[in-house]
């Protein structure tokens, strides 16, 4: 697993959502990876996440594996960099504000 996102939730208890990064690797190493991740009942979904070509073919690999399909979403690599700048931004414009004092 490349990243693994975990909160708890309240009377939910603990979720845990696993990243899985794909560039040219093999596709059947992301899926075996990603089908042990699941083993753990914590993790209530796993992603994929790559280019738009990578996306289409793990889509088409993941649709032949049972218990897969319904828990794997995928992730266009440059939704993440939209987001990382969209939180970056809100963390600089909170920062501004100076409302936590320098040293804490």
């Not at 899985?20 to 990876?33: G, P």
């Not at 089908?35 to 796993?46: E, M």
């Not at 088409?60 to 931004?89: F, I, R, S, T």
Request: proline share 3%.
């Amino acid at each position: 697993m490349d990243t693994i996102w975990e909160s708890t939730i309240g009377n939910m208890g603990r979720i845990i959502y696993v990243f899985e990064v794909q560039t040219k690797a093999s596709i059947d190493s992301l899926i075996i990876n990603l089908l042990k991740a699941l083993n753990n009942p914590a993790v209530q979904g796993v992603v994929a996440v790559s280019d738009a070509a990578q996306l289409d073919k793990i889509r088409k690999h993941a649709e032949q594996v049972p218990n897969l399909g319904a828990k794997l979403k995928y992730l266009d690599y440059k939704k993440v960099l939209e987001v990382h700048d969209a939180l970056e931004m809100v963390n600089e414009s909170i920062n501004s504000l100076g409302l936590v004092p320098q040293g804490f």
